[in-house]
């Protein structure tokens, strides 16, 4: 079993910035792919940005340039630092983490919401 908890989500006014982060546990020899998605209501959930555990990383072109994706693969976590938000990045942000243990399988985490206000 593995579990990935977020925090870090909230309310701000657009301009802000917030700081998510997701620490992954259990289970887990290693994680390669790690990454954050979000989901508004209606819609599918998209990727935000991903980071592999040798640190390439991969943005939707909506946050290139605004968001930072990092991780700290000691404490199997990963952050996702969002500046210059917008009221379109509100949605709920998932975690997803590829977590090999005799196998490799996805794994994610329960959401955290964020909201933008104009």
């Known amino acids: 079993q593995v579990q990935l908890v977020e925090s870090g989500g909230g309310l701000v006014q657009a301009g802000g910035s917030l700081r998510l982060s997701c620490a992954a546990s259990?289970?887990?020899?290693?994680?390669?792919?790690m990454g954050w998605y979000r989901q508004t209501p209606g819609k599918q959930r998209e990727l935000v940005a991903t980071?592999?555990?040798?640190?390439?990383?991969n943005y939707a072109d909506s946050v290139k340039g605004r968001f930072t994706i990092a991780r700290d693969n000691a404490k199997n976590t990963v952050y996702l630092q969002m500046n210059s938000l917008k009221p379109e990045d509100t949605a709920v942000y998932y975690c997803?983490?590829?977590?090999?243990?005799?196998?490799?399988?996805?794994?994610w985490g329960q959401g955290t919401q964020v909201t933008v206000s104009s």
């Open positions: 980071i592999t555990s040798g640190g390439r990383t």
């Open positions: 997803k983490a590829q977590v090999y243990y005799y196998l490799s399988r996805d794994s």
């Open positions: 259990g289970s887990i020899f290693s994680i390669n792919h």
